[in-house]
């Protein structure tokens, strides 16, 4: 649960296919799908049928190819269509996940980390990916790095407002659909953002992840995508939160890092 999206496919080889007739159909043998790829598939059929009653513009696409090191479960944008892209098959990372999850609450956390992709699908669709909420401004003092520095933190920092904003989606989710396993599903965020490789990088949602522990301050009624928003400016202007380096602290290392590792995949996948 990366970077900014690409707008090509590159020359890798994809197949695309409807997720619910798949998983309606088990004897569709020509998709060969892995355990694995199956497994991720029926926890998250909560959340691909909720964005097709949506009507949001979604694919399904499963690489093919061994891809190690890839997140498993990502979300591209393309030709005004939001791919969530499985990059299972050599990649012992896809399996290893569900098994850091307890049984029991395993499908829960696969339906929130869906709902997490779908946060950056919306985004895009709104085309709002990387805007600042209205009368927000960017403030950071760009000037005290050179311009390649500058261009760099200011995609990261994007990164990590949108990585925020997917993170209370997926746990709004969470609070909409299954309220009382919520306290674990945000420990299990707590945990995951605590193990980071470096503080303030891109993917350092815990501002957001802190806030959220109340699940009362989800907007209650309106729209999923809607009701994180005051959380989300919350945790933008939060200056710091117990135990959390300030959100314009800037970890210029794993910026400069998840840019390069970008610019290797065809699809430029976000987590």
């Given amino acids: 649960m ?12 994809w197949f695309v296919f409807l997720a619910l007739l798949v998983l309606a159909n088990p004897a569709a043998r020509a998709l060969d799908l892995t355990a694995t790829e199956r497994a991720w598939l029926e926890a998250a059929l909560p959340v691909l049928q909720f964005a097709r ?20 479960l990502g979300m591209a944008f393309v030709g005004g269509r939001c791919k969530l892209v499985l990059s299972m098959r050599g990649n012992a990372e896809a399996q290893a996940t569900l098994d850091r999850i307890d049984r029991g609450l395993r ?25 600042l909420p209205a009368g927000l401004r960017d403030a950071t003092a760009w000037h005290a790095v050179s311009t390649e520095h500058a261009d760099v933190l200011r995609d990261m920092w994007r990164t990590r407002r949108e990585e925020g904003f997917a993170d209370l ?10 309220p009382a396993r919520y306290a674990e599903v945000h420990a299990w965020h707590v945990r995951l953002r ?12 815990r501002a957001w992840v802190y806030l959220a522990a109340d699940p009362s301050l989800f907007k209650a009624g309106l729209p999923l995508f809607e009701q994180v928003q005051t959380l989300w400016v919350a945790g933008i202007l939060s200056p710091a939160v117990p135990g959390v380096p300030s959100l314009r602290s800037a970890g210029l290392a794993q910026a400069v890092a998840d840019r390069t590792d970008a610019a290797r995949s065809p699809l430029h996948l976000q987590d």
Avoid: F, K, Y
Avoid at 2 to 13: D, F, K, L, Y
């Fill in 2 to 13: 990366g970077s900014g999206m690409g707008n090509g496919m590159g020359s890798s080889r």
């Fill in 53 to 72: 009653t949506e009507g949001l513009p979604l694919d399904i696409i499963v690489q093919p190819q061994p891809t190690p090191g890839v997140t498993p």
């Fill in 107 to 131: 499908n829960v956390v696969v339906e929130a980390i869906a709902a997490h992709e779908l946060g950056h699908c919306w985004r895009h669709i709104q085309q709002r990916w990387g805007v």
């Fill in 169 to 178: 989606v997926g746990l709004a989710w969470t609070q909409l659909n299954h």
């Fill in 194 to 205: 605590a193990a980071l490789d470096l503080e303030t990088g891109p993917h350092d949602t």
